[in-house]
């Protein structure tokens, strides 16, 4: 049962934090991709999108079933507003990262797939080695476009949902975060 007194299930827990770790590491990996252009881990960054996209389905849909965990402490209305805007930031940007990468990916002729079984195909171009024909630039170019802006949206919401996490534990010596560690609340 959601109180504010129960401990979260095993399963919320679960995939928050495997979907935390997940999205922190994709991030990662994704910036310090671009920046350096490091060809090589594409292959692997996708494969794990593509599977991360399943969990955040799963998560999306279990946070669905089983509603917002129930605040253990007492916040301001505009707290509270603040904390939901955040929650669904982040349960929709999890959901945005891996289709938009999906989308670049495969809409720019890069194709994709998982850890070698190809869900679609490179499209290479013959007449020119080693370069691939976009399926549709436009659609590329809006989809890369937004991977990288929703990229962003992503780690601001994970800074601020820390913070909070933080503010909880710290300044408000609630409960919140053991809650999330998995731990039983007083």
């Given at each position: 049962?959601?109180?504010?007194t129960a401990p979260?299930s095993r399963?919320t ?8 770790l997940?999205m ?7 910036l310090y991709m ?5 060809w090589a881990?594409?292959?692997?960054h996708?494969s ?5 996209l ?6 999306a849909?279990?946070?669905l079933?089983?509603?917002?965990p ?6 301001s209305a ?6 939901k805007?955040?929650h669904w930031?982040?349960?929709?940007s999890?959901l945005?990262m891996?289709?938009s990468g999906m ?6 002729g890069?194709?994709f797939?998982?850890?070698g079984l190809?869900l679609?195909?490179h499209?290479?171009d ?11 630039a436009?659609?590329?170019e ?5 991977h990288?802006i ?10 601020l949902?820390v913070?909070?996490a933080l ?5 408000d010596?609630?409960a ?6 998995g731990?039983?609340?007083?």
């Amino acid at each position: 049962m959601n109180t504010a007194t129960a401990p979260l299930s095993r399963t919320t827990v679960t995939l928050h934090w495997l979907m935390a770790l997940a999205m922190i590491g994709l991030t990662s990996v994704g910036l310090y991709m671009a920046e350096f252009e490091v060809w090589a881990l594409y292959p692997i960054h996708k494969s794990v999108g593509i599977l991360v996209l399943l969990l955040a389905v799963l998560r999306a849909a279990w946070r669905l079933k089983e509603g917002w965990p129930t605040p253990t402490g007492q916040a301001s209305a505009l707290q509270q507003t603040l904390a939901k805007a955040v929650h669904w930031l982040l349960l929709l940007s999890t959901l945005a990262m891996p289709i938009s990468g999906m989308i670049f990916s495969g809409a720019s002729g890069h194709g994709f797939g998982i850890f070698g079984l190809t869900l679609m195909e490179h499209r290479l171009d013959p007449n020119k080695p080693g370069e691939v024909l976009p399926l549709n630039a436009g659609l590329s170019e809006l989809a890369h476009s937004l991977h990288s802006i929703i990229g962003y949206v992503l780690i601001a919401a994970v800074l601020l949902h820390v913070a909070g996490a933080l503010k909880h534990h710290v300044l408000d010596r609630d409960a919140s975060l053991r809650r999330m560690l998995g731990r039983s609340t007083p």
